[in-house]
C-alpha cells in the first residue's frame, strides 16, 4: 500500500509529499544517508586546514581532489540507496534497509556509469551551443560574450534538468547507462519548467539549511567543531534531495504513462488473488 496518494503534483505538492514521506521514515533514511556519506565528512574534518587556504590549494592540490572524489563516490552511495529505500516507501509504504543497501551495492558500477555519462553529455550539449553560436555569424567579441555565456549556462542547465532521473532509470528501470540517459531525456520531455521548480526549491531548501547552520557553527564554534557539525547538518538534510527527485520521477510517469492507474491495477489484482469470491469493487 503507497504511503501517500500517487497522483499528479505541483513543484510545492512535491516538496511537501517529500518532507510526509522523510518524517515518516527519517531514521531508516537518516541511517543510510550517514553510512554513504561518513568517509566523507571524516575526510573534510582531517584536511580542514589544506582545503581552508586557497594558495596551499593551489600549490598542492592533491588534498583537494582525494576529497572531491570521496564526496563523489559517496554522494553517488548515498542516492542510490535513498532513491531505493523512498521508492519503496512510497510505493509500498515500507523500507528494508538491507534491500536498499543490497541493491545500491550491486547497481553501483552502472549508477557511476550513468552518471558518467550524463555528466558527459550535459559538457557536450553546452560545448556544442558555445561553438554553434559564432559559427552562426556572431562577429562581434562583445556579442559573442554576451550571447555565448548565458546560452552555454541555460544549455547546461537544462540538460541536466532533462536528465535528472538517470539514476532513477537504472535503480528502479534495471536500465543500462544510455538506455537510462535516453530514457530520463523522453520522461522529462515538455516538463523542464515543472523540474526546474521542483528540484530548484528542494535544492534552495538544502543550501539555506547547510549554509546558515555552517555559519552559525563556524561563528560559534572551532573550524574542527564547525566542519564536524557542517557535515552532520549535511548529512541529516540531504536525503529529502533524494526523496523529491524520486517523487518528481514517479509524477512524471504519472503524468505520462498513466503510473497511478498501474499501481491501482496491481492492487486490485493483488486484492483479487487473495479473495477470488469477493466481488470487485464499484466503479
Do not use: N
Amino acid at each position: 500500500m503507497p504511503a501517500i496518494e500517487i497522483r499528479p503534483r505541483r513543484a510545492t505538492e512535491l516538496v511537501d509529499a517529500g518532507f510526509q514521506l522523510l518524517r515518516r521514515y527519517y531514521p531508516q533514511l537518516f541511517t543510510l544517508a550517514a553510512i554513504a556519506m561518513a568517509p566523507s565528512v571524516i575526510a573534510r574534518v582531517l584536511l580542514r586546514d589544506e582545503l581552508s587556504d586557497p594558495t596551499v590549494m593551489v600549490s598542492h592540490p592533491a588534498p583537494a581532489i582525494l576529497v572531491t572524489l570521496i564526496a563523489v563516490v559517496c554522494s553517488t552511495i548515498a542516492d542510490a540507496v535513498l532513491i531505493l529505500t523512498a521508492s519503496d516507501g512510497y510505493l509500498d509504504g515500507a523500507v528494508d534497509l538491507s534491500r536498499a543497501l543490497g541493491k545500491g551495492i550491486r547497481k553501483l558500477v552502472y549508477v557511476f556509469i550513468a552518471t558518467i555519462v550524463r555528466y558527459m553529455f550535459v559538457v557536450v550539449v553546452g560545448v556544442v551551443v558555445a561553438i554553434a553560436i559564432p559559427v552562426l555569424g556572431l562577429a562581434h567579441l562583445q556579442l559573442l560574450l554576451i550571447v555565448i555565456i548565458p546560452a552555454a549556462i541555460w544549455a547546461f542547465f537544462y540538460a541536466m534538468l532533462r536528465t535528472f532521473a538517470v539514476s532513477q532509470a537504472v535503480l528502479l528501470e534495471d536500465s543500462g547507462p544510455l538506455a537510462a540517459l535516453d530514457r530520463s531525456v523522453r520522461l522529462s520531455r515538455s516538463c523542464s519548467a515543472h523540474i526546474f521548480f521542483t528540484l530548484g526549491l528542494v535544492w534552495l531548501l538544502y543550501f539555506i539549511t547547510y549554509g546558515v547552520a555552517a555559519a552559525v557553527a563556524a561563528s560559534l564554534l572551532s573550524r574542527a567543531i564547525a566542519e564536524i557539525i557542517a557535515g552532520i547538518v549535511m548529512v541529516a538534510i540531504y536525503p529529502l534531495v533524494a526523496v523529491v527527485s524520486t517523487l518528481l520521477y514517479y509524477d512524471l510517469r504519472v503524468r505520462k504513462e498513466g503510473f497511478d492507474l498501474e499501481v491501482m491495477s496491481r492492487e486490485l489484482g493483488g486484492e483479487a488473488q487473495q479473495s477470488p469470491s469477493s466481488p470487485l469493487p464499484a466503479a
